[in-house]
């Protein structure tokens, strides 16, 4: 069992930089690969970035490659998303998850699931 918990949205200026958290809970962690997701209203939930439980292998989504980061720290139970160049269109809620399947983009694989925090991004 994994419990989710995101920290670090709020409102930012076009070019500006946030950095989310996602604190774990539970002893699979480490060996979860971790995924970041966002959702507009009335649009599905998008794919944004992932890690394998080592940080070995990362995957992004086109739209925020060389713009954000994802990383984690194992001993410390969290994963982060450094998000840098923010425009407009990444006005989103942003989710954290887990699974313990491969990296994969599909949130269907994902077994876990933050509350959500929200990025609003001015221009």
């Known amino acids: 069992q994994v419990q989710l918990v995101e920290s670090g949205g709020g409102l930012v200026q076009a070019g500006g930089s946030l950095r989310l958290s996602c604190a774990a809970s539970?002893?699979?962690?480490?060996?979860?690969?971790m995924g970041w997701f966002r959702q507009v209203p009335g649009k599905e939930r998008e794919f944004v970035a992932a890690?394998?439980?080592?940080?070995?292998?990362?995957e992004y989504a086109e739209s925020v490659k060389a713009r954000f980061t994802i990383s984690r720290d194992n001993a410390k139970n969290t994963v982060y998303l450094q998000m840098n160049i923010l425009k407009p269109e990444d006005t989103a809620v942003y989710y954290c998850a887990a699974t313990q399947y491969g990296i994969t983009l599909y949130s269907s694989r994902y077994g876990y699931w933050g509350q959500g925090t929200q990025v609003t991004v001015s221009s």
């Open positions: 539970g002893r699979t962690f480490r060996r979860n690969v």
């Open positions: 890690i394998s439980w080592n940080g070995n292998s990362i």
